[in-house]
């Protein structure tokens, strides 16, 4: 299995900014404060994405990143595949030259039709199901409850 932190923080970054665009674009840098990725692994992963077109990009004062479609439209096998990541359980790539040959190795179709019930599964997973999910939901008010509490210690520390 090939799914590595690439397409989890993929999904993690595009689902923060579908609960965070309705006051325009969304800086990169907020992303990577609320969900602790790097703001140059972001920059990366949302070059992939607006190649894609899973978001777009604002530039300049005001600037950042919007979904490019709507969250029904988009699946989270489409973020992943968007960053070039992987979800093939084969050791062969799906090529079916699993033993270094030609040729198949036992449990190659095993492997295969695995890799096909994830696909099918996260394809079958939306941006708009995923910010209906009552967890993900507490997950991000209480992200939101900690982000206006440190806003809240720097004001007094200002002061």
Known sequence: MKLTTKGRYAVTAVLDLAFHQQNGPVPLADISERQG???????QLFSRLRRNKVVSSTRGPGGGYSLAREEADISMAQIITAVDESYDATSCGGEGTCSGNEFQCLTH????????EIHGFLNGITLAEMKSRSDVVDVVRRQERLQQTSELESVLLEQ
Request: aromatic share 14%; glycine share 0%.
């Open 37 to 43: 990725i790097s703001l140059s692994y972001l920059e």
């Open 109 to 116: 179709d095993l492997w295969q039709e695995l890799s096909q």
